[in-house]
Protein backbone atom coordinates (compact mmCIF):
# COMPACT_ATOMS: atom_id res chain seq x y z
CA UNK A 1 0.00 0.00 0.00
CA UNK A 2 1.51 2.81 -0.62
CA UNK A 3 0.20 6.36 0.94
CA UNK A 4 0.80 8.20 4.46
CA UNK A 5 -0.66 6.51 7.04
CA UNK A 6 -1.57 8.26 10.35
CA UNK A 7 -3.83 7.91 13.62
CA UNK A 8 -5.40 10.71 15.57
CA UNK A 9 -7.80 10.83 17.89
CA UNK A 10 -12.07 10.60 16.92
CA UNK A 11 -13.56 14.06 15.89
CA UNK A 12 -16.79 14.58 15.99
CA UNK A 13 -16.30 15.23 12.29
CA UNK A 14 -15.71 12.01 12.26
CA UNK A 15 -18.79 10.49 14.04
CA UNK A 16 -20.92 10.44 10.86
CA UNK A 17 -18.43 8.49 8.90
CA UNK A 18 -18.70 6.20 11.75
CA UNK A 19 -22.08 5.65 12.05
CA UNK A 20 -22.15 5.10 7.91
CA UNK A 21 -19.82 2.23 8.42
CA UNK A 22 -21.66 0.51 10.96
CA UNK A 23 -25.48 1.72 9.77
CA UNK A 24 -24.46 1.22 5.91
CA UNK A 25 -21.77 -1.60 5.55
CA UNK A 26 -22.69 -4.87 3.79
CA UNK A 27 -24.92 -7.22 6.03
CA UNK A 28 -22.60 -10.16 4.72
CA UNK A 29 -19.54 -8.14 5.91
CA UNK A 30 -20.81 -7.20 9.03
CA UNK A 31 -22.04 -10.83 10.45
CA UNK A 32 -18.19 -12.31 9.25
CA UNK A 33 -17.21 -9.78 12.23
CA UNK A 34 -19.33 -11.07 14.06
CA UNK A 35 -22.27 -8.96 14.02
CA UNK A 36 -25.57 -9.18 15.07
CA UNK A 37 -27.42 -6.60 12.94
CA UNK A 38 -30.30 -6.29 15.01
CA UNK A 39 -28.41 -4.60 17.76
CA UNK A 40 -27.15 -2.09 15.85
CA UNK A 41 -27.75 1.46 17.48
CA UNK A 42 -29.95 4.15 15.81
CA UNK A 43 -27.69 6.55 14.07
CA UNK A 44 -28.94 9.59 16.62
CA UNK A 45 -28.21 6.66 19.69
CA UNK A 46 -24.84 6.03 18.10
CA UNK A 47 -23.87 10.01 17.61
CA UNK A 48 -25.11 11.46 21.02
CA UNK A 49 -23.03 8.31 22.68
CA UNK A 50 -19.75 8.42 20.43
CA UNK A 51 -19.94 12.46 21.39
CA UNK A 52 -20.27 12.42 25.04
CA UNK A 53 -17.41 10.16 25.10
CA UNK A 54 -15.14 12.19 23.39
CA UNK A 55 -15.74 15.04 25.52
CA UNK A 56 -15.87 12.87 28.76
CA UNK A 57 -12.09 12.60 30.32
CA UNK A 58 -9.83 9.57 30.16
CA UNK A 59 -10.36 8.52 33.94
CA UNK A 60 -14.96 8.30 32.74
CA UNK A 61 -14.51 7.20 29.32
CA UNK A 62 -16.38 4.01 28.47
CA UNK A 63 -14.95 3.68 24.80
CA UNK A 64 -12.04 5.82 23.76
CA UNK A 65 -11.75 5.58 19.44
CA UNK A 66 -9.43 6.64 17.51
CA UNK A 67 -9.07 7.73 13.61
CA UNK A 68 -6.93 5.29 10.75
CA UNK A 69 -6.39 7.97 7.72
CA UNK A 70 -4.34 7.13 4.67
CA UNK A 71 -3.32 10.61 3.09
CA UNK A 72 -5.17 12.02 5.71
CA UNK A 73 -8.42 10.90 4.94
CA UNK A 74 -10.34 9.02 6.96
CA UNK A 75 -10.43 4.65 6.52
CA UNK A 76 -10.83 2.99 9.65
CA UNK A 77 -11.35 3.50 13.04
CA UNK A 78 -9.93 1.46 16.14
CA UNK A 79 -11.61 1.64 19.51
CA UNK A 80 -11.49 0.43 23.03
CA UNK A 81 -14.57 -0.25 25.67
CA UNK A 82 -14.70 -2.17 28.97
CA UNK A 83 -12.15 0.09 29.95
CA UNK A 84 -10.70 -0.22 33.32
CA UNK A 85 -8.98 3.29 33.90
CA UNK A 86 -5.14 2.38 34.90
CA UNK A 87 -5.79 -1.67 34.47
CA UNK A 88 -7.21 -2.93 31.00
CA UNK A 89 -9.51 -2.48 27.85
CA UNK A 90 -10.89 -4.47 24.93
CA UNK A 91 -9.83 -3.57 21.16
CA UNK A 92 -11.81 -3.57 18.22
CA UNK A 93 -10.55 -2.63 14.92
CA UNK A 94 -12.34 -1.57 11.76
CA UNK A 95 -10.96 -0.91 8.27
CA UNK A 96 -14.02 0.41 6.33
CA UNK A 97 -13.52 -0.64 2.91
CA UNK A 98 -12.44 -3.74 1.64
CA UNK A 99 -9.35 -2.25 -0.73
CA UNK A 100 -7.62 -1.02 2.45
CA UNK A 101 -7.57 -4.73 3.83
CA UNK A 102 -5.16 -7.57 3.85
CA UNK A 103 -2.15 -5.27 2.61
CA UNK A 104 -0.53 -4.40 6.05
CA UNK A 105 -2.61 -1.61 6.66
CA UNK A 106 -4.15 -2.64 9.61
CA UNK A 107 -1.02 -4.19 11.17
CA UNK A 108 0.80 -0.51 11.00
CA UNK A 109 -1.88 1.20 12.17
CA UNK A 110 -2.92 -1.12 15.48
CA UNK A 111 0.82 -0.41 16.30
CA UNK A 112 0.57 3.28 15.65
CA UNK A 113 -2.45 2.90 17.82
CA UNK A 114 -1.27 1.23 21.05
CA UNK A 115 0.12 4.38 22.80
CA UNK A 116 -2.39 5.84 22.65
CA UNK A 117 -4.03 3.43 24.87
CA UNK A 118 -1.58 2.52 26.89
CA UNK A 119 -0.44 5.82 27.87
CA UNK A 120 -3.97 7.94 27.59
CA UNK A 121 -5.57 4.78 29.31
CA UNK A 122 -2.44 3.97 31.66
CA UNK A 123 -3.16 0.63 30.77
CA UNK A 124 -1.14 -2.63 31.95
CA UNK A 125 -3.01 -4.83 29.58
CA UNK A 126 -4.73 -4.34 26.13
CA UNK A 127 -7.22 -7.32 25.18
CA UNK A 128 -8.39 -8.00 21.62
CA UNK A 129 -11.21 -11.05 21.06
CA UNK A 130 -12.27 -11.15 17.41
CA UNK A 131 -14.51 -13.85 15.74
CA UNK A 132 -12.35 -17.02 15.72
CA UNK A 133 -13.78 -17.55 12.07
CA UNK A 134 -12.48 -13.74 10.63
CA UNK A 135 -8.61 -14.64 9.97
CA UNK A 136 -7.59 -11.65 9.50
CA UNK A 137 -7.87 -9.69 12.80
CA UNK A 138 -6.08 -12.93 14.65
CA UNK A 139 -3.20 -12.83 11.91
CA UNK A 140 -2.73 -8.96 12.65
CA UNK A 141 -2.45 -9.54 15.91
CA UNK A 142 0.06 -11.76 16.46
CA UNK A 143 2.01 -10.06 14.50
CA UNK A 144 1.83 -6.71 16.81
CA UNK A 145 2.63 -8.70 19.40
CA UNK A 146 -0.16 -9.55 20.97
CA UNK A 147 -0.63 -13.31 22.89
CA UNK A 148 -3.11 -15.90 22.25
CA UNK A 149 -4.78 -16.20 25.72
CA UNK A 150 -7.29 -18.61 24.83
CA UNK A 151 -10.42 -19.39 22.62
CA UNK A 152 -14.08 -19.35 24.27
CA UNK A 153 -17.58 -18.81 23.18
CA UNK A 154 -19.13 -15.28 24.68
CA UNK A 155 -21.08 -12.64 23.34
CA UNK A 156 -17.74 -10.07 22.66
CA UNK A 157 -19.34 -6.99 22.57
CA UNK A 158 -22.70 -5.12 22.89
CA UNK A 159 -23.35 -5.19 18.78
CA UNK A 160 -22.33 -9.00 18.49
CA UNK A 161 -24.18 -12.50 18.52
CA UNK A 162 -22.71 -15.11 20.25
CA UNK A 163 -19.70 -16.97 18.45
CA UNK A 164 -16.23 -18.52 19.63
CA UNK A 165 -13.44 -16.04 19.79
CA UNK A 166 -10.22 -15.48 20.12
CA UNK A 167 -9.17 -14.08 23.10
CA UNK A 168 -5.58 -12.13 22.75
CA UNK A 169 -3.70 -10.17 25.48
CA UNK A 170 -0.93 -7.76 25.13
CA UNK A 171 1.05 -6.21 28.35
CA UNK A 172 2.42 -2.67 28.96
CA UNK A 173 5.95 -4.70 29.79
CA UNK A 174 5.34 -6.49 26.17
CA UNK A 175 4.25 -3.28 24.64
CA UNK A 176 7.29 -1.51 25.79
CA UNK A 177 9.53 -4.01 25.09
CA UNK A 178 8.50 -4.23 21.56
CA UNK A 179 8.34 -0.69 20.89
CA UNK A 180 10.90 1.10 22.63
Given at each position: ?????????????????????????????????????????????LTN???????????????????????????????????????????????????????????????????????????????????????????????????FQK??????????????????????????????
Open positions: MSGQLSVREMQVEDIPLIADYWLNSDADFMTSMGVDLNKLPSREGFLTNQIQAPFEEKMSYALIWCLNGKQIGHNNVNAIEFGQSAKMHLHLWNFENRQKGVGTFLIKKSLPFFFENLQLKELYCEPYALNPAPNKTLEKVGFEKYTTIPGSLNFEQEVNQWKLTIEKFVTCNP
